[in-house]
């Protein structure tokens, strides 16, 4: 460990096998209160499809032995409790610990999907209050709160412009995404039926008005867009855009994995957006967990809101709330049961408190890509130089030259005490390093992150080796992903023992 | 703001480093028109006792004080402090889909002995990282066997889960599938002839439930060996996987979609849940979500990766598997670390409860005058009764007394407007069986 | 390494090498190259038909896919079953044992239009200067 490393330092890694090798028969972690009711015989309840013995290879460890195993586990992951975490557009922000809390209470955590609609107000209120805060913040007319992440938001969302497009007469044939766009954009079109066109970016990244007005016939269902796009650059020209998009009858659908950008500061209703999902597990702070749970509720205007997947949360005459499961133009339904509740609780208990002051954290998050990106100019190549939302891309062209390439520079930044970057994305700018801090980063955490990133930038130039080797200080070196691709291995086998866990 | 960690002197000085003049400045790229002028109308700022506070007044206009008989789907079980405590722990709670391996072992090792414990429980050869939910799962698996089979027809129970074949259909309708629903015969089962007559060499799989909606236990090998003579997979979802404990597992199956709440997952009013699919090694490839291999680093260590991604969207985009990008990993990590506090006697022992309090309360219901079983084949921890009368009428009486009764199977389908879905688990005491009993007794002795 | 003289080359960097009506097709040292190291190979079965110009299979490293174009129209009478278990003889002998399928030509001509290796040789020179760029 050298000097020039300040927030990094070694600390106790403990070696930890697999849970199923530590297993040895008759321990035990958990025990049940004694049985009260008369003992089942399971072969004679079950007949033919009674399990004689317990499932082979499963668990057979004590309490301590689970704490511990996973205790050690959790030291290997890097977290945003522990430091800046900077991967551009998947919006590593703090996560309320009381968020947490609200979610776990009795009465909120406890409750079944399916029990009476009048023992069910205290959740009808939350989802109500959430749809009118989102909706606010988004400016458009109606919200489902029903998609499970943002992917499946996406999806509801194309199905809407889908159901309004069919109710028109013609469901139209193509949807319209940038070759800047996430991947999940021409995944979800496809499931949603349509053709993707993709378009070509302008040399400053936005998308070329000209070109768009020939691209737009009558067979274009929606252009997907991102903004700000993923360049972290705000596509100025939107409402045009919207109006070339409408005069064709065609829609203009927001992908709002950055909608952290814009809040409290605009609303992309009023930019001409038809429609959009959120991702809650960003902008509003919901945990990521390692990838999941998420929620991605979806934003739109009036005229799709018949088309809103079920279950649909109305207000009743006597001022009482409840849930309608039919609906006759409704896409149908996404998901089973009442959306991922537990997450749309969290989002909410986010914005309440900020309140309005929602704004100053996308006003901080701003002022922090800002920050880095004037410090970290010169030092990186920066390929787009328009104003900067709440990231930015640079690109590793001045290291390229050394043999040095954007994912060595990320696995270097690990031994430096942080996480990586976004590497390789978007697939615009070759060699990307995308560099998103949020607003949850002090000044003290961004100095750092700068230092870490220009120490790097000169050992890339002096000493290559080192940097192309990183990291150093992990549990693990570099893995080999090839291996693990040829010839996967993907669960854990006793030893000896045959292909199949049941035969 | 307790969140921003600046001080505004910080961000002075932050600004004046950056050459602007303002705040403002830096968001001079979006057009003035379209800025906001005022402060969006929203509630708070809330402190965190406001918070607190908030949340527990919506809670207390919820169920509290009731004692449920609901299952369909979303069960409740013990979940011990345990799981809780360490999926609270901030490294797994607050990072990220382990992308980056070498600093996201925990997350990816862990996810790597869920895969293991899925394909135990499944007789699987191979499960994935979790998808959103069961019901996802089960459509991701109907499009899995039709890239497969490269066919189009898909038959589906109806004693699948309503809400699980409305999601099915919803994603049907614009990728060609036509989906064909089967019925069930007396004794609550997958009408066998029905689906004969229905098998052709057209049909990419065969959809069933079990234990199935009605609670009954389907007998998989029959209907695996009729779908395997036409070419078709047999696909079956499982929404209790504590009946894993008890009953054979689905090793006949060519895909198994579970849902895994059940596995030390709050309830949470439906979600987030956690689903799972397990199928055989040479399907792997055509398999949706993310996956966690075993390899090793530089010096020869064992490590874990995410792998076979070139399945998904961010490399294949438009010919991707499938669109999802997110998993529940840390719902997966609840079952993990929920299942290993089991572990194999105590996942045994927890089935052995749930089927013991099923039988004693299908007997004490069956006492009461005018009800009785529905269907007649085994079952786990739910049941179907037939009262004999509206369920709607008596859950309104049963309400009255604390109790909110079984699930209407009315509501889904119209033929069975008197049958009720009763569900006991470990965590129904005796004596409210029998409160419940002794209710419904008097609720059927009400005048219409 | 270097590009076999009896061999006929396309532009997206596969290899045919005819002999009578039967052609073997792989990808060339450069596409290998370019892809990096071959994790899976999916190719059609024998008696596939294929068309000069559209996909017939792919190839995966960790982190890309590529389609494979046909360069000519042909059924396929033989696939390398080798490369479901060791696709690293793409990158170690793309030209020789890396070999993807064996198709019949339906039209013959169809060879003459591919480039001859020293077409080829200039213009992967070009490519990667376009590269550098």
Known sequence: ?503 | MRYLPKSPAERQDMLAAIGAKSIDELFSSIPERFRLREALHLPGPLSEIEVIDFFKARAAENSGGYTSFLGAGVYNHHRSVVTDAIIQRGEFLTSYTPYQAEIAQGTLQAIFEFQTLMCQLTGQEVANASMYDGSTATTEAVLMAERLTGRRRILVARSLHPEYRDVLKTYAKNSGLLVEEIGYGPAGTLDQKALQAALKDDVAAVVVQSPNFFGVIESLTPLADAAHSSGALLVTAITEGVSLGLVRPPAESDIVAMEAQSFGLAPSYGGPLAGVIASRDKFVRQMPGRLTGQTTDSEGRRGFVLTLATREQHIRREKATSNICTNQALCALAATVHLTLLGKEGLREMAHQNLSKAQFALGELEKVPGVRRAFDAPFFNEFTLQLPRSVKLVNAYLLREKIIGPFVLGTAYPELTKHALVCVTETTPRAEIERFAAALRKALEQPV | ?133
């Open chain 1, 1 to 503: 460990m050298t000097d020039k490393i300040k927030k990094a330092t070694h600390h106790p890694n403990q070696n930890e096998g697999l849970i199923f090798e530590k297993s040895s028969p008759g321990k035990r972690a958990f025990e049940l209160p004694p049985l009260d009711v008369p003992p089942a015989d399971p072969s004679k309840a079950l007949g033919a499809a009674h399990r004689h013995e317990g499932i082979e290879g499963f668990p057979e460890v004590s309490e301590i032995e689970v704490i511990r195993h996973f205790t050690r586990l959790s030291t290997w992951n890097y977290a945003i409790d522990l430091g800046m975490y900077p991967l551009g557009s998947c919006t590593m922000k703090y996560n309320p610990r009381v968020n947490e809390f609200v979610a776990r209470l009795d009465g909120i955590a406890t409750e079944h999907p399916y029990q009476p609609q009048e023992l069910s107000q205290g959740c009808f209120k939350i989802l109500r209050l959430l749809e009118q805060c989102l909706l606010e913040i988004t400016g458009m007319d109606s919200v489902t709160l029903q998609p499970a992440a943002g992917a499946q938001g996406e999806l509801t969302g194309l199905l809407l412009i889908r159901a309004y497009h069919e109710k028109n007469g013609n469901p139209r044939k193509k949807v319209l995404i940038p070759d800047s766009a996430h991947g999940t954009n021409p995944a979800t079109a496809v499931i949603a039926g349509y053709e993707v066109e993709n378009i070509k970016s302008e040399s400053h990244g936005q998308i070329n008005v000209v070109k768009l007005r020939d691209l737009v016939t009558p067979d274009v269902a929606a252009l997907m867009i991102t903004n700000p796009s993923t360049l972290g650059i705000f596509e100025q020209r939107i409402p045009e855009i919207a109006e070339i998009l409408h005069a064709d009858g065609a829609l203009l659908y927001m992908d709002g994995a950055n909608m952290n950008a814009l809040t409290g500061i605009t609303r992309p209703g009023d930019l001409g957006v038809d429609v959009m999902h959120l991702n809650l597990h960003k902008t509003f702070s919901t945990p990521h967990g390692g990838g999941g749970p998420g929620a991605g509720p979806v934003a739109m205007k009036k005229i799709l809101e018949p088309f809103r997947p079920v279950p649909i949360l109305v207000e009743k005459e006597n001022g009482r709330l409840a849930l309608e499961q039919v609906r006759p133009d409704s896409i149908g339904r996404v998901k089973a049961f009442n959306g991922n509740f537990g997450v749309l609780v969290r989002a909410l208990a986010y914005i309440l408190a900020y309140g309005p002051g929602v704004r100053e954290a996308t006003e901080d998050a701003v002022l922090n890509a800002n920050y880095i990106r004037k410090h970290l100019e010169g030092a990186f190549d920066l390929p787009y130089s328009l104003p900067s939302m709440h990231e930015v891309v640079f690109s590793d062209a001045l290291q390229k030259k050394n043999g040095v390439n954007t994912m060595d520079i990320a696995k270097r930044l690990i031994d430096y005490g942080f996480h990586p970057y976004t590497t390789a994305f978007p697939l615009i700018v070759p060699g990307a390093l995308m560099i998103e801090p949020t607003e949850s980063e002090s000044r003290e955490e961004c100095d750092l992150f700068i230092d870490a990133m220009r120490s790097i930038a000169n050992e890339a130039a002096t000493t290559p080796e080192l940097v192309k080797t990183a990291p150093h200080t992990t549990r693990v070196r570099r893995l080999d992903e090839v291996g693990a691709a040829r010839k996967p291995i993907l669960r854990w086998k006793p030893q000896g023992s045959r292909t199949r866990a049941v035969d």
């Open chain 3, 1 to 133: 390494m270097a590009y076999p003289a009896n061999y006929r080359y396309t532009k997206e960097h596969e290899w045919v090498d005819v002999k009578g009506d039967v052609a073997a097709i792989g990808i060339t040292d450069y596409a290998q190259h370019e892809l990096g190291d071959v994790v899976f190979v999916e190719l059609p079965k024998v008696g596939a038909k294929i068309e000069a110009g559209k996909t017939f299979g792919t190839v995966e490293s960790v982190k890309a896919v590529s389609d494979i174009y046909a360069p000519a129209s042909g059924e396929v009478v033989e696939a390398n079953g080798d490369l479901q278990n060791t696709p690293e003889k793409i990158n170690s002998d793309p030209h020789g044992a890396g070999w993807l399928i064996k198709i019949r030509l339906a039209n013959p001509a169809e060879i003459k239009a591919l480039m001859d290796v020293a077409a080829y040789e200039a213009y992967i020179v070009s490519q990667s200067k376009e590269a550098s760029a």
